[in-house]
């Protein structure tokens, strides 16, 4: 079985570009997050899609956005990047909200 | 103060000592994770648990719901087992996954 893939691995963009961002999770599963990985603030939350429904929202600004499409693939968009935007950009798929995570290895941006 | 504390932050050990991560928080969940973390980035998560206790071969995890703590054991440590250790909280309400700092896991030969 696939695990969650996550695509590209690597972008570089520079401040005030957009970029969007692809994660296809392991057949099945209907939930779809979103996570930013930096040294200085570590995980943090962005959204969670379920069923093409936006469930849950952290604490970002409006420039963060997804989507999920009906195969359950989810994109995730952030427009006018900033510096602070650089970061490991990670998905994760479940069945249910009481199962375990699978995560993806990941999207690493750089806003040069 | 964050609403998930973990200790402690950096861990050395000997390989086949007994290791302990603590997590400690100050919502109200639903359930908490145990992530491992190794170089390089991905992510494997290690347990979900909302009560008692739970076993994966050396890895034990456990929650106290009442004191709002939850432990990460390993026996037999592996060098293998070197890795940053997450604990995350599923907010109640919420629904939205609440993470500690880390605790970063470093096993010697």
């Known amino acids: 079985k696939a695990g969650v893939t996550q695509t590209p691995r690597y972008l570089i963009k520079t401040r005030g570009q957009q970029v969007t961002l692809s994660c296809s999770p392991i057949s099945g599963h209907r939930s779809v997050s979103w996570y930013q990985q930096t040294p200085g603030q570590g995980l943090q939350f962005l959204f969670e899609?379920?069923?093409?429904?936006?469930?849950n929202k952290g604490n970002f600004p409006g420039r963060f956005s997804g989507r999920q499409f009906s195969n359950s693939r989810s994109e995730m968009n952030v427009s006018t990047l900033e510096l602070g935007d650089s970061a490991l950009y990670l998905c994760?798929?479940?069945?249910?909200?009481?199962?375990?995570?699978?995560f993806g290895s990941g999207t690493q941006l750089s806003v040069l | 103060k964050n609403e998930v504390e973990q200790s402690p932050q950096n861990l050395t050990a000997q390989e086949g000592e007994f290791i302990t991560i603590n997590c400690s928080y100050s919502v109200g969940i639903s359930a908490l994770h145990w992530l491992q973390q190794h170089p390089g980035g991905g992510i494997v998560s290690l347990f979900m648990?909302?009560?008692g206790k739970k076993k994966h071969g050396r890895l034990i995890a456990t929650i106290n719901i009442q004191e709002k703590h939850s432990s990460l054991h390993i026996t037999a440590s592996h060098p293998r087992d070197s890795a940053v250790y997450i604990c995350?909280?599923?907010?109640?309400?919420?629904?939205?996954?609440?993470f500690g700092q880390g605790t970063r896991l470093t096993i010697n030969p």
């Open positions: 995350a909280v599923l907010v109640g309400g919420a629904q939205k996954l609440v």
């Open positions: 994760a798929s479940r069945r249910a909200t009481n199962e375990k995570l699978f």
């Open positions: 899609y379920f069923s093409e429904t936006q469930r």
């Open positions: 648990l909302s009560s």
